[in-house]
């Protein structure tokens, strides 16, 4: 009821926009139309897009990678009046970064790709990050689902594990996470291809990702691979 009270017509039933004005953006995460619509309690009112940053980028391994936040979502329910977003946002944070390939959702993670142009107009290549994140919140995934440093010797070794997390932190106070993102240099990937490969003797399940490039080429990312099955039910009386 609350969603069919934000407008009157069926192209204006939603919860709004978000707004970016200047450059560099100053964002208001605040939904357009809820804001002063007497329709929504004031609860319903202060809904707004949760937002998700770039916390840690460097190299492990010899692989450059991003790590993005995992704040918590608070998803607003209409029924009951409850909860603070509507959704999840990241800006994307490097210069000419964008995002204008198809993304895909497997498994509750969102896999897309954001493209940084080259800046030279006679080239038509340019840098690319693969991401990986919780669908759901925009957060990174508490698991691994890169190859990127394997066993101790800091090979990739073809199976994603706990030897994938990396350390943000510091020798001393050790932070261990999941990287969000692997970029590749001098290469415009598209979106990709997905092959699921023969479990591990343990049972660990693994994909390996073609993408096609700007040069012509074929790359391949190997990662976390889909759970299939049943993972759960309910019993209803």
């Not at 450059?64 to 329910?77: F, M, P, Q, T």
Request: net charge negative; proline share 7%.
């Amino acid at each position: 009821e609350a969603f069919e009270a934000v407008g009157q017509d069926t192209f204006d039933k939603y919860m709004g926009y978000v707004e970016s004005i200047g450059i560099p953006p100053v964002r208001n995460t605040s939904l357009s139309n809820l804001n002063g619509n007497a329709a929504f309690t004031t609860t319903g009112q202060d809904v707004h897009l949760l937002e998700q940053t770039m916390v840690w980028s460097g190299t492990s391994a010899g692989l450059e990678l991003r790590v993005v936040s995992d704040n918590d979502i608070d998803w607003y329910a209409p029924d009951d009046d409850t909860g603070t977003h509507s959704g999840w946002y990241f800006d994307l944070p490097y210069e000419s970064e964008r995002m204008v390939r198809d993304l895909i959702i497997r498994d509750g993670v969102l896999i897309t790709i954001s493209s940084i142009p080259s800046a030279s107009p006679c080239a038509s290549g340019g840098d690319s990050i693969i991401h990986e994140l919780n669908a759901c919140n925009g957060g990174r995934l508490s698991n691994p689902q890169f190859d990127v440093s394997g066993g101790p010797d800091g090979v990739p070794d073809g199976i994603i594990d706990s030897q994938d997390l990396i350390n943000i932190g510091s020798p001393g106070k050790p932070v261990w996470v999941a990287p969000s993102g692997l970029i590749q240099r001098q290469a415009m990937l598209y979106t990709p291809a997905i092959l699921p490969l023969p479990p591990t003797d343990d049972g660990e399940r693994r994909d390996i990702k073609y993408f096609s490039t700007s040069r012509g080429t074929v790359q391949t990312v190997r990662e976390a691979g889909e759970r299939v099955g049943m993972f759960y039910w309910k019993e209803y009386e």
